[in-house]
Nanobody, 117 residues
Framework: QVQLVESGGGLVQAGGSLRLSCAASGRIFSIAAMRWYRQAPGKQRDVVAT???????NYASSGKGRFTISRDNAKNTVYLQMNSLKPEDTAVYYC???????????WGQGTQVTVSS
């Protein structure tokens, strides 16, 4: 059974940094494109960053230049380094694994990030 477990969230002041981790159990990580999403209260869940199996990355405009997504295939872990955090970055952050076999996606349980002004 595949599980994604996020960690690294917390409370930080504006301008600070956090590094989120998402560890995947099971044998899907090497074939999974990984994404970080976030969902603020009362808002929809939006993609933040993507990294393909080959290491190509893409960022939403909200995090471009401040966030960096990376993956360590040996550790089955994807990271999201977040710098220069703003109060509007406050949200629950989720990781998602997209795989080419059923059930095609897995989600983590989320980790809360709160940025105080």
């Amino acid at each position: 059974q595949v599980q994604l477990v996020e960690s690294g969230g917390g409370l930080v002041q504006a301008g600070g940094s956090l590094r989120l981790s998402c560890a995947a159990s099971g044998r899907i990580f090497s074939i999974a494109a990984m994404r970080w999403y976030r969902q603020a209260p009362g808002k929809q869940r939006d993609v933040v960053a993507t990294i393909t199996t080959g290491g190509s990355t893409n960022y939403a405009s909200s995090g471009k230049g401040r966030f960096t997504i990376s993956r360590d295939n040996a550790k089955n872990t994807v990271y999201l380094q977040m710098n220069s955090l703003k109060p509007e970055d406050t949200a629950v952050y989720y990781c998602r694994a997209a795989v080419p076999i059923y059930p095609f996606e897995y989600w983590g349980q989320g980790t809360q990030v709160t940025v105080s002004s």
